[in-house]
């Protein structure tokens, strides 16, 4: 019995997953909740038919001027509400469509799916094709011969309020649309998208104890313990589910390595993950497998760094010739600062997860130094002469650094204020300019109190010289 229950357990886990998965593309997708009111559209237009054929048609002669259409009238004013939204909602994709090709080309391609996730547009394009749907439903039950008419009357007046609505709607999406093209509003959206993983993904502070999280001594299996269990297909990493990880390597007295980190692109055939402790098998390779999900594309989910690289795409495309668009550029440093003043006093998860003192998983992720790098250095390099670019990012690292205590954090920031430093030594032209930027980099470094003397100092530039 018991092993038949563990079976049934190993089938239900990936099967529960996938469904999960599934669940979690079609609640993302741009049909979705159309799909919902075309639903909802169908089962309305059924009730009020109902209702309308309950209800006595002398108890609606009162009010003739909104139930007192005949069958032509009725059928004429639901077959124009018909054509009417099945063409405005035509030209609400068609504009959808054109404000994801402006997005994509004036700031990056991987926002696509913010734009196609976006809920006020689906509801825009549900409310008109639901209307669309409930008026062919009402239409087709109105009856004008002298022996056997129906006209649902109480049904006809709910579309012409749903067309009221409907051009509502298409108002507030008009609207809508214009300021989700602006900068500020798509930055805005990646951020609290990104601000959220880390909540995630850290939901603790470091509090009073200034130890970075991973320096627990453990001790790792030999090289030669370990064996590879390949990826059965080729995507993105978008999650993985480490309680499940945990649970196989308790019951099978194991340690499971990953070797692909998330957002990172796994290719059919290589290690996904390696085992030490036991020989797996082709349905513990499958069992692994189905703990991970795979797609064409990255998302912010578990992969905070993504969120991070979408906002820095932006800024590079400001600072691009074509473009030199700086304004733009201090917005995204902006945002870049909101995401690490949030990552800064977190405590970041250590890889190795433990149960009961015994290692299990080995889990590399994000730390906060690969992230602070993925935010300022791409910035950085492209910046160059741009004086203004590399105030601002002092500014930002003098913010996030008050929000840590933690030495090592301190010390990472005054790393990236001295290749600011270097970066402007080296590419600004005026002396004016230089020397501005080497005072704010100095003010930095004071209130950073940093105790790196300049002795220590100069290895590190060679180091990155030579790097």
Known sequence: MKKSGDGLARVAMPIGRHVSNLWRLVYDSLWFVPALFVIGALVLGVVMVEISSIVPREALVSFP??????????????????????????????????????????????????????????????????TFVYCLVVIRTIRGQEDATFIP???????????????????????????????????????????ASLDRLFPEE??????????????????????????????????VDTDDLLRFARDRDAVVRLECDIGTFCIEGTTLVSVAGMPPSEEDGALLNGMFTQAAYRTVDQDAAFGIQQIVDIALRALSPGVNDSTTALHCIDHLGAVLVRLAPRQVEDPYRLEHGVLRVIANGPTFASLVDAAIAD??????????????????????????????????????????????????????DRRLVIAACDRARRALGAAVDEGERRPFVRQQAAG
Request: aromatic letters at 6%; proline letters at 5%; charged letters at 15%.
């Open 65 to 130: 001027r909104l139930f007192g259409a005949d069958a032509s009238g009725s059928r004429g004013m639901l077959s124009t509400i018909a054509g009417a939204m099945v063409t405005v909602a035509g030209v609400t994709f068609s504009i959808t469509v054109v404000a994801v090709a402006q997005a994509s080309s004036m700031y990056t391609p991987r926002i696509l799916r913010n734009f196609m996730r976006d809920r006020p547009s689906q509801l825009v394009l549900g409310m008109l094709v639901g």
């Open 379 to 432: 910035i950085r390099r492209n910046a160059r002469d741009n004086v203004t670019v590399h105030l601002h990012l002092l500014s930002v690292l003098g913010r996030v650094s008050t929000c840590t205590t933690n030495p090592e954090r301190r010390r990472l920031l005054v790393e990236h204020v001295e290749s600011i430093r270097r970066t402007a030594v080296q590419a600004v032209p005026l002396e004016e």
């Open 206 to 239: 470091i509090g009073a104890d200034p130890v970075e999280a991973g320096a627990a001594a453990v001790v790792l299996p030999p090289d030669d313990a370990w064996r590879p269990v390949p990826a059965r297909r080729s995507g993105y990493l978008q999650h």
């Open 153 to 195: 009357a109480i049904a006809v007046l709910t579309a012409f309020v749903l067309a009221i609505a409907a051009m509502g709607f298409l108002i507030y999406f008009i609207h809508h649309i214009a300021g989700s093209l602006q900068a500020s509003q798509i930055l805005a959206r990646v951020s609290r998208e990104t601000i």
